[in-house]
């Protein structure tokens, strides 16, 4: 088969597939390493089948060793597959051009020690071709961003590996990417980091962006994508959405505010009424990540100086845009003011912090399936009765402010009126 | 973004560890500006009071304290890019002019220039370096690679070592040679040095440059980052490649300029006497043309040696039976043409120089270069020599044919000349007599040669030094350019000391390639010099065979190893056949065929074939090893 006609194959696979987009398609990929004898020495993919639609949040979700990276290597070009095939926006992975709607964040931020942050952006925006306007503009929203403006002139080999972290985000976003490429993004970063990041992805895929993921954290994964490939030994051994895998039968949860033992006891009647009973009545506890995150809030409205990393800000005003040209929370292509202004949507943020504070917090209540709730108000009450769907949030819910409720959170300035 | 900066985010002068952008610069640069204006004037005047020893003083201790002050402030206004720029600029200017105002109160002005000319230098290597950066500008991927090698060179010590070198060793070295000695030897040697460094250093500095950049962006894995984008591999390589051209392009630029300038300088001190400041002028900093001598039409040299070979066939024609190669037929033409340049003991012979016309034209000397060798005279004794141009005997003394005396022996002589002496159709015939039985109580034969080439030649003017100077830095370039590419080729594969094993030795190889052919010659003769390519590939199994079976088994490994020898050699580009250093610290034109040629061969046809071979290394190569 030649070449040509494997690529007009893979124009038409993204073409014929049913729903989305495929955006990504791994068939039958491997990848065998091989020693200087060129005997077999490891198999580190095997047979693997994957795709990726545009507009998704992809999970590759495993150990250690289970291959996520080396995957992820063969689908950018860095590694040549044993055998299989791959197909990116229809083209062989090799093709400089697809590289142009990619960002990629390796697992270790790989930086030049000697540039500086600022440095560093504008080297990677040199390589995607980017003019020096378009380069200047970008690097100053992606520095503010990710909270690197006041040390980007600092050598990148000064920083913590965290900052580093926030460089190497910056830099998978400065080309405005249709698909990104996340190779275990929140490592070494903290929980306000992380956070931050999950929000990122999560704001980048209600604006169109397709996602592929790879952590062996499983919260990270859990939070924010759509499909999930579990792999280990080189093959995947689970594949599905992320309610599928993880909907567990049997079982409901039921939240409501603190009761009294009258109310318990009354409950309990009915359940016994209908022929079954409470399994267990918690009191939720406070989130370690909210208590952290209220923390930083506090010194950052005391105006505490910190020699690294400020708390991130409002998304980069470029990356608001959706691939199809549509603008964040606007699904129909109706833009609400101007996206561009990154002080616009921190003042739209602002506009609503208090509330998106209270919606997070239940938020994060919901999803701690009854572990934590509205400052003590509520209880999580565990019952073997029929399904609640109300009470577990779906990924697809996730309101846009709540979404960037970081950027209130962690923008003390704007809060305190400045 | 910007923000106002409040109330309690306000820190004290020169004590801002959290945004060192927020002191008072102002007042560091109000105070910088009165202090330096103070060291230098108040010395100054102290100086004109002739009160050297306080001025020396005062300009010391506040030249110390305008130091340390600057430091303090670039180092807390670094965030600040004026200040960054500025800062760096001054400090430089500052470390110049405290030893050098130091250097001109104690008298000591040659350092003083030298100290003048090392800052210049960097000053304007710092200047290219800007302009470079500014080309590099355009949102080219090439472009982000190059710069980004060119930051790594700068900010990496590994390059910067040998950049500093080259900035220190042209200005100083003029005043590191003996003043006593005489000036067209300084400048001589000081063009010969200056220009060996300067080519050591870069080749040193494009060899640990281009293996390590592309060996430690493998190693700390920055090519993942790099090659992820839309960078083809080969764009890659030529980005770093361009870096490295660039780099060296500039420091030669400086270095050049540094040299001509020095060059010039030093033409300018005192000779020792009248001939050392006509050498001086006429002899180094100029391009001159050498001529052979042709025989003279009555000699029929062709005739000669057709004579010869038709004897040689006739007295052995085993050996010399049916065509002769080239090689034998320049072996007898050889031959013949030293018996040409032999004048037996009262013999006479004529020299012809033709096509003189243009060395006529010129406002200039020319110059008749010789070395006499006689057969038996012992080292250092003495010949004697009677010279006539174009039937005119020379030198003369009150209208007679002055006897011109006794030559050293086995030593070059230069006879200047005025262009009048050439004929109106531009021929120079030159007449010399050997007339050694001259010499009172000679007791031997001294019959007196002269080597074919160099033994015997006429120089005359064709250009300037500049251009001249300009050519021999575009071969230098040309030969760095290989090595850039042979080193990105060799880190492509190989780890970093490997890498630059290789590349070194491939350069030393080349440098010395001459030298390390004829060494390989002695130490296993091949035979026959004038032996066809084939029979010469097929002598090296018959012999070691041979040899093995006469049980000569060390004179047998020797063959192998020559063979090795040869072998690279041969895969190596032939440097000292592009070395321009010996010509124009002579005095000699750099040919512009020799320019075009190492461009083509060394530039083109070498690194174009390396290049190709890294290339494809690198494009089949996995950039990433085993992780799972």
């Known amino acids: ?418 | 973004m910007n923000r106002k900066v409040t109330g309690n985010e306000r820190v004290n002068f020169l004590n801002t560890t959290t945004n060192p952008t927020r002191g008072r610069w102002s007042l560091w640069l109000v105070i910088y500006v009165v202090a330096t204006a103070l060291s230098m004037g108040v010395s100054y005047l102290l100086f004109k009071q002739e009160m050297a020893g306080w001025a020396l003083l005062w300009r010391g201790v506040l030249g110390l304290f305008v130091l340390i002050w600057l430091t303090r402030g670039v180092m807390t206004f670094y965030e600040l890019p004026w200040v960054r720029r500025f800062g760096m600029v001054m400090l430089s200017l500052e470390l110049a002019l405290i030893p050098g105002s130091i250097a001109w109160i104690t008298g000591h002005y040659g350092l003083m220039t030298g100290v003048g000319g090392v800052w210049l230098m960097a000053a304007t290597f710092g200047v290219g370096l800007f302009v470079i950066r500014l080309l590099l500008l355009p949102g080219i991927a090439v472009f982000g690679v190059a710069r980004t090698l060119i930051d790594e060179a700068i900010r990496m010590k590994i390059a910067l070592v040998f950049i500093m070198g080259v900035l220190l060793v042209t200005p100083m070295l003029p005043f590191l040679l003996d003043a006593g000695e005489r000036l067209n030897y300084r400048m001589e040697f000081f063009l010969v040095w200056s220009l060996g460094i300067t080519s050591l250093m870069l080749s040193a500095m494009t060899v640990f440059l281009a293996c390590g950049t592309i060996t430690n962006d493998l190693s700390q894995k920055h090519v993942f980052m790099t090659l992820a984008k839309p960078v083809g591999r080969a764009q890659y390589l030529f980005g770093k490649w361009l870096g490295i051209a660039l780099l060296n392009l500039l420091l030669l630029t400086v270095a050049g300029a540094g040299i001509y300038t020095f060059a010039r300088y030093m033409q300018m001190q005192p000779a020792r006497d009248a001939q050392d400041r006509f050498v001086a002028d006429y002899g180094i900093l100029v391009a001159r043309r050498a001529v052979p001598p042709l025989p003279p039409e009555s000699m029929n040299l062709n005739q000669q040696v057709e004579d010869r070979i038709a004897k040689l066939q006739q007295q052995d024609p085993d050996q010399y039976g049916g065509d002769l190669s080239v090689a034998e037929f320049n072996a007898v033409r050889g031959k013949i043409v030293q018996q040409w340049h032999t004048l037996g003991t009262r013999d006479t012979q004529t020299f012809v120089f033709t096509d003189l016309l243009p060395a006529k034209s010129i406002d200039a000397p020319l110059q008749l270069r010789f070395k006499p060798q006689s057969v038996r005279t012992p080292p250092g004794e003495l010949v004697k020599l009677a010279f006539w141009f174009n039937g005119r005997p020379w030198p003369t003394y009150e209208g007679r044919h002055y006897n011109p005396g006794q030559i050293v022996d086995d030593t070059y002589h230069v006879f200047d000349l005025s262009p009048s002496i050439i004929s109106a159709d531009g021929v120079l015939e030159v007449r010399i007599q050997n007339v050694n039985l001259d010499v009172p109580d000679a007791t031997w034969d001294s019959s007196v040669s002269f080597t074919p080439g160099s033994g015997l030649e006429l120089l005359y003017r064709v250009g300037s030094f500049g251009p001249n100077l300009t050519r021999t830095l575009l071969i230098t370039w040309v030969r760095l350019m290989f090595l850039a590419t042979l080193g990105l080729a060799a880190g492509t594969f190989l780890g970093f000391p490997v890498a630059c094993v290789l590349t070194l030795m491939v350069y030393f190889t080349a440098v010395a390639s001459g030298y390390i052919t004829e060494s390989l010659e002695n130490f296993v003769g091949l035979g026959a010099s004038a032996m066809p390519m084939w029979d010469r590939i097929l002598w090296f199994p018959k012999t070691f065979f041979a040899r093995l079976a006469e049980g000569e088994i060390w004179s047998a490994i020797k063959i192998p190893i020559r063979m090795l020898g040869q072998t690279f050699v041969w895969i190596t580009p032939a440097f000292s056949s592009y070395n321009p250093t010996p010509l124009v610290s002579d005095g000699r034109v750099v040919p512009t065929s020799m320019v075009l040629g190492a461009m083509l061969k060394i530039g083109v046809v070498w690194s174009g074939i390396v290049g190709v071979l890294g290339y494809v290394i690198f494009r089949k190569r996995e950039l990433a090893r085993v992780i799972v």
């Not at chain 1, 992320?242 to 009761?259: F, K, P």
């Not at chain 1, 470029?318 to 616009?344: E, I």
């Not at chain 1, 609503?352 to 509520?378: M, W």
């Open chain 1, 1 to 418: 088969m030649t070449q040509a006609t494997m690529e007009m194959e893979d124009q038409l696979g993204v073409q014929k597939a049913s729903g989305r987009e495929v955006v990504l398609q791994c068939t039958g990929l491997t990848k065998v390493f091989r020693d200087f004898w060129l005997r077999n020495r490891v198999r580190a993919v095997d047979g693997l089948d994957l795709d990726v639609r545009r507009g998704e949040v992809f999970g590759l979700l495993g150990p250690n060793g289970s291959g996520k990276s080396t995957t992820i290597k063969m689908v950018l070009g860095l590694l040549h597959p044993s055998a299989g095939r791959i197909s990116v926006f229809g083209k062989r992975p090799d093709d400089v051009k697809t590289k142009e709607q990619i960002g990629y964040l390796p697992e270790e931020s790989h930086l030049y020690r000697f540039l500086t942050a600022r440095e560093t952006l504008d080297y990677y925006g040199r390589l995607f071709h980017q003019n020096r306007v378009t380069r200047k503009r970008r690097i100053d929203e992606l520095l503010h961003m990710v909270g690197l403006d006041a040390v980007q002139r600092r050598p990148v080999g000064e920083y913590s590996k965290g900052m580093q972290r926030r460089i190497g985000i910056a830099q998978a976003l400065i080309n405005d990417p249709q698909l990104l490429i996340l190779d275990e993004p929140t490592s070494g970063l903290d929980p306000l980091g992380t956070r931050q990041i999950k929000d990122l992805i999560v704001s980048l895929k209600e604006r169109g962006k397709t996602i592929l993921l790879s952590s062996h954290l499983l919260a990270d994964v859990e939070d924010v994508c759509d499909r999930v490939s579990i792999m280990f030994g080189g093959k995947v051994r689970r594949h599905g959405t992320v309610d599928e895998l993880l909907t567990e039968g049997g079982a409901s949860l039921i939240q409501t505010h603190d009761l009294t033992q009258e109310a318990v006891d009354a409950i309990e009647a009915v359940l016994v009424a209908h022929g079954t009973h409470i399994d267990k009545i918690d009191r939720p506890r406070q989130k370690l990540e909210k208590l952290f995150l209220d923390i930083v809030q506090q010194a950052q409205t005391e105006g505490v100086a910190t020699g690294g990393a400020r708390s991130g800000r409002a998304i980069a005003a470029f990356l608001q845009s959706g691939g199809d040209g549509t603008q964040p929370g606007d699904a129909d292509g109706k833009t609400q003011g101007n996206v561009g202004d990154v002080g616009g949507v921190i003042e739209g943020l602002l506009r609503s912090s208090e509330e998106t504070l209270d919606k997070h917090a239940d938020k994060r209540a919901g999803e701690s399936g009854g572990e934590s709730g509205g400052g003590g108000k509520n209880d999580a009450v565990g019952h073997d009765a029929s399904a609640s769907a109300e009470t577990k949030p779906q990924a697809d819910d996730v309101e846009t402010p709540d979404r960037n409720v970081i950027d209130s959170l962690i923008n003390p300035d704007k809060r305190s009126g400045e």
